[in-house]
């Protein structure tokens, strides 16, 4: 059953139309892909589902209930959060000062303790580091950091960001494991890469976005085929 | 769950202010009026560092609440007798002229009266960010400072207000200071306070993690329009006197100064900028009035220290925004002017 529905969204900035119409879905425990090359909307789509760009037209669906407009707060409650490119952990706070924010976003204000307890089962680096400011940990702690924060808030689809940028192959890998575990404990993932062989050989469907429209879906099989990959990534040119 | 209390982080800057406070105050008439007047433009600092040190959001418009908080204070304790005869307050309500409250809860009052205000003004203003909210909360001082100059049926208009009670004790305003500073060293460590600071680290993550900023800013702004206006009371208890320009320009540019150049983001910044302008402050005031410090008479103009104190900010924004603590808490062994 369709947990979380992307259906026609458009939106853009000023003047600028960004996106044109994109539709995705996702269910209970599914990894969805979102790869494409720069400036083909990525960030904007994820901008406009959390409420932080402005939609031009279309809906999003969480559970059945349209969330399209509401405030970026009301809509992590509503059980969707965002792990934004680059991390946006906040450098200046200790650790467990990042996970508390996190919090904030719960519905459930009483399993606080227990999904702090459940983000350092997932993350043990967060447990050693308690108390280190965040601004200090490596790249690849920041990132466990930002997952584990949204975490907290206990979100029924979990959407990320570039989650590889900066990061060194094993790190990555360490990382995607980590988000395999999430969406097998029921959460729907849904990530947005420029690494299009990462992320397709690991999601279960992999949506090429291009130019503001989603162009084709690519499968696990597909990770494995150069040609089609770069077909699907840069258009019929393979360029 | 996750508020620590760290013990020294808040001593250090309670010892500093009593320590100060015993040792300047216990000299003379003239050490006691420096030092309660210092404690009570401290009260002030704290409450811009609640709001404009933890948000990054910068505020004119806390004189408003130390305006509210010292005419509220002031009217119901200035004696019925006087306000009945007293040429400046002839158009007074007559409730007013009637109202007679101790100095214990007038504060109280003033506390009410500034949470009031900045809760209310909160509610429009929370909504503004950099250079808008600074020019709106300035708007909200000039209407303030009209409101109280131009108004002679709440208080004495352009006059002063007169015979305000003084405190009895000396330690009265010492412990009035540390109770704000344990309120705010609280509200700093608590949820609230934390989310707050994250939202100046970066306002645009903060949504995403379910944190409504203007709802955490309000908060603030209401709590430390309820500290200012206690800030403004004790001032004009300490002077015996309210005028509505002691609020105004002067008090904002001081208060504002003290706590950026002690380092806003921290309660230790507050306490030692508040310390540090107060005492450059006497020291320049002594040679303008040709006095003599450890026996040598220095002359300097008069304006100095305003001059000084202004050259100071700039200096301190140009090269040490964050203040000489950096925006850091007290921490022993810590190196306090480090570069």
Same mark, same amino acid.
């Given at each position: 059953? =369709? &947990? ?20 995705? =879905? ?10 494409g ?7 904007? &789509? ?8 402005g939609m ?17 707060e ?6 969707l ?44 680096? &967060?447990? =050693? ?7 200090? &940990? ?21 959407l ?21 575990a ?26 090429v976005l ?6 084709? =879906? ?8 150069e ?8 258009g019929?040119?393979?360029? | 769950?996750t ?5 020294q ?20 008439? +003239? ?6 007047s ?42 019925? #007798? ?15 002229? #009637? ?34 909210a600074?020019?709106?909360?300035f ?6 400072? #009209?409101?109280?100059?131009? #108004? ?6 352009? +006059? ?54 203007m ?15 206690? *800030? ?29 150049? *002690? ?18 402050? +006497?020291?320049?005031l002594?040679?303008? +009035? ?27 924004l ?7 603590t ?14």
């Amino acid at each position: 059953m =369709t &947990l979380f529905e992307v259906k026609d969204l458009r939106a853009g900035y000023g003047k600028v139309d960004v996106l044109f119409g994109v539709s995705l =879905t996702a269910s209970k425990g599914e990894l969805i892909g979102i790869v494409g090359p720069n400036g083909a909307g990525k960030s904007t &789509l994820f901008g406009a589902i959390v409420g932080t760009v402005g939609m031009r037209g279309g809906s999003v669906f969480l559970d059945g209930e349209d969330i399209s407009g509401k405030r970026p707060e009301d809509i992590v409650r509503l059980g969707l959060s965002l792990v934004p490119e680059g991390r946006q952990i906040f450098g200046g706070l200790s650790v467990i000062e990042n996970l508390t924010l996190g919090l904030t976003g719960r519905r459930d204000k009483h399993g606080e303790k227990g999904a702090l307890e459940r983000v350092h089962d997932l993350f043990p680096v &967060l447990t =050693t580091h308690r108390d280190h400011q965040a601004g200090m &940990l490596s790249g690849g702690q920041q990132q466990q950091l930002a997952i584990a924060r949204a975490l907290v808030a206990d979100p029924r689809v979990l959407l990320l960001d570039e989650p590889s940028l900066g990061l060194s192959p094993t790190v990555v890998k360490d990382v995607f494991d980590r988000l395999i575990a999430i969406a097998e404990s029921g959460t729907a993932v849904v990530i947005v890469e420029q690494r299009a062989h990462l992320v397709t050989r690991l999601a279960e469907r992999t949506h090429v976005l291009r130019a503001g429209k989603m162009q084709a =879906t690519l499968t696990k099989e597909d990770a494995a085929d150069e040609a089609k990959l770069a077909a699907a990534y840069f258009g019929n040119s393979g360029e | 769950m996750t508020t620590r209390l760290r013990l020294q982080e808040l001593l250090g800057p309670i010892l500093l202010v009593v320590a100060f406070s015993y040792a300047v105050g216990l000299q003379s008439a +003239q050490g006691l009026l420096i030092v309660q007047s210092t404690l009570a433009l401290f009260v002030m600092v704290l409450a811009l560092h609640v709001f404009v040190g933890n948000s990054g959001v910068l505020s004119f418009g806390h004189g408003a609440f130390a305006m509210f908080g010292a005419f509220a204070s002031g009217i119901v304790t200035t004696p019925s #007798n006087i306000k009945e005869h007293s040429l400046q307050l002839q158009h007074l309500y007559p409730f007013l002229v #009637n109202l007679n409250l101790g100095m214990y809860p007038s504060l109280v009052l003033a506390i009410l009266a500034g949470a009031i205000v900045a809760g209310l003004s909160g509610l429009l203003l929370m909504r503004l960010n950099g250079l808008a909210a600074g020019i709106a909360t300035f708007a909200l001082l000039g209407v303030a400072y #009209n409101i109280f100059f131009n #108004n002679n049926r709440i208080g004495p208009g352009s +006059q002063a207000l007169l015979a305000l009670p003084p405190f009895q004790f000396f330690e009265e305003p010492v412990v009035l200071t540390v109770i704000v500073m344990l309120a705010v060293y609280l509200f700093g460590i608590s949820r609230a306070g934390r989310t707050l600071r994250a939202t100046r680290e970066d306002p645009l993550a903060a949504p995403a993690l379910g944190i409504s900023i203007m709802r955490v800013r309000w908060i603030a702004f209401t709590l430390s329009g309820a500290i200012a206006g206690l *800030g403004g009371a004790m001032f004009a208890h300490v002077a015996g006197t309210v005028q509505v320009q002691d609020y105004y320009l002067p008090y904002t540019f001081m208060t504002l100064s003290m706590l950026i150049i *002690g380092g806003g983001a921290s309660l230790w910044g507050a306490t030692v900028g508040t310390l540090l302008v107060t005492g450059i402050g +006497q020291i320049l005031l002594m040679m303008e +009035q040709q006095k003599p410090i450890l026996g040598i008479v220095v002359h300097l103009p008069n304006g100095t220290r305003a001059i000084v104190i202004a050259l100071s900010l700039v200096v301190m924004l140009l090269w040490r925004s964050d203040g000489v603590t950096k925006g850091r808490e007290f921490k022993l062994g810590m190196p306090k002017l480090r570069k």
